[in-house]
Nanobody, 123 residues
Framework: QVQLVESGGGLVQAGGSLRLSCAASGRTFSSYVMGWFRQAPGKEREFVAAISWSGGSTYYADSVKGRFTISRDNAKNTVYLQMNSLNPEDTAVYYC????????????????WGQGTQVTVSS
């Protein structure tokens, strides 16, 4: 079992930055691929970024590539999402998720989810 708790969301102006954190419980955090997803009102949950258990491989949605960076600290059981050059289209609830060996792009591949943190970007 893995429990995930996101933090770091908030209100930011367009062009600004935020760093999201996701703290995981359990001693096997380093075994999990970690992903970030987001869901805007009236839209489906979509893939944002993912990182392999070692941190050696990262994956990004085209819409965030070059602006967002995913990283992890296995010693702290935490995964991060650094978000730069934010725009209003990034407004959503952001979720972190964990799975052992997922196809990283798909919501249904992940076994554990956090409760989400709201990110609002004003124009």
């Amino acid at each position: 079992q893995v429990q995930l708790v996101e933090s770091g969301g908030g209100l930011v102006q367009a062009g600004g930055s935020l760093r999201l954190s996701c703290a995981a419980s359990g001693r096997t955090f380093s075994s999990y691929v970690m992903g970030w997803f987001r869901q805007a009102p009236g839209k489906e949950r979509e893939f944002v970024a993912a990182i392999s258990w070692s941190g050696g491989s990262t994956y990004y949605a085209d819409s965030v590539k070059g602006r967002f960076t995913i990283s992890r600290d296995n010693a702290k059981n935490t995964v991060y999402l650094q978000m730069n050059s934010l725009n209003p289209e990034d407004t959503a609830v952001y979720y972190c998720a964990a799975a052992i060996n997922p196809d990283v792009y798909y919501v249904y591949e992940y076994d554990y989810w956090g409760q989400g943190t709201q990110v609002t970007v004003s124009s």
